[in-house]
């Protein structure tokens, strides 16, 4: 099938919050086949953060190219859309069900989930995300809860994610089933002024704006904002302080995603403090 450029919509239509990752729809290492299950990770990343793992995911390194899969899904139930062709996740393993063996990347999604792998980290926001999505991505391709399949059942003599799910696999799908029922419920509400693990999501505004590498006008730009966006803001911190655009803030976003802090002048929201963001 030609790129799933379908992600993003239908996660949203799932009641799912959804970050889109710069030119997405054209990432992959060419066109899937047609989309015969889903295949779930763990990254085994980092223990901060909300989706530390982004860089490798999307870009791997010398030793497999990215992307390692097409979605992520952070610490606060972000579905973080990163490629629409094929992702090299699934590696080798299978047959199972319709699916070849050692063709995994061919005809199955691979969903990258943040966790650490070792412990139950998973959140309470993943808890209910990870399955609504895949009911959702399911729902689209018109397959059922069974074509959810964790790594380690594809091969699992030398995977083990994803891993410490409740009820592992068959809870996993349990909870697929019942969305795709209709019976799991309405998207939880985000609850505003509340912290959230992992951070919270807010919009920008302004062009050019810079993301430095401490929360001071003089230290390094790690990167640049062209236009709005969308960032995840895991922790505010007091720096210099910004006058820009009529407004003054000694505040600035910590934005993982980066590694880097914007002022909270270009935060859209119209509070100097943001609420529901530790400061650090
Ligand atoms: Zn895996």
Request: glycine share 14%; charged share 20%.
């Amino acid at each position: 099938m030609p790129n799933m450029t379908w992600l993003a919509d239908v996660l949203r239509q799932g009641g799912l919050k959804v970050q889109e990752e710069n030119g997405w729809q054209t990432r992959g290492h060419g066109e899937m086949g047609d989309v015969r299950g889903i295949m779930l990770h763990h990254t085994a990343g980092p223990a901060e953060g909300n989706y530390p793992s982004l860089n490798i995911v999307r870009d791997g390194d010398s030793s497999l190219p990215g992307p390692r899969a097409q979605l992520g899904l952070g610490r606060d139930g972000t579905w973080i859309v990163i490629a629409a062709g094929i992702a090299y996740h699934a590696g080798t393993g299978g047959p199972w069900e319709s699916v070849p063996k050692n063709e995994g990347n061919e005809y199955m999604i691979g969903v990258e989930a943040e966790s650490v792998g070792t412990r139950p980290d998973w959140t309470p926001e993943q808890l209910d995300a990870y399955p609504r999505g895949v009911a959702a991505l399911l729902k689209h391709v018109h397959q059922p809860a069974s074509r959810a399949i964790g790594h380690k059942e594809w091969a699992p003599e030398r995977k083990s994610d994803p891993a410490f799910w409740p009820g592992d696999m068959d809870g996993f799908r349990t909870e697929v089933e019942k969305h795709l029922n209709g019976q799991g419920g309405p998207a939880p509400a985000p609850s505003p002024g509340q912290p959230q693990p992992g951070g919270r999501e807010f919009g920008t505004w302004g062009t050019g704006v810079k993301v430095h590498s401490e929360p001071k006008l003089d230290s390094p730009v790690v990167h640049t904002l062209n236009g709005p966006t969308k960032v995840t803001v895991d922790f505010q911190r007091r720096g210099d302080l910004v006058v820009a655009d009529g407004f003054s803030n000694p505040w600035w976003a910590h934005v993982p995603q980066f590694n880097g802090f914007m002022t909270n002048i270009y935060i859209d929201h119209p509070d100097s403090l943001l609420p529901g963001v530790p400061q650090n």
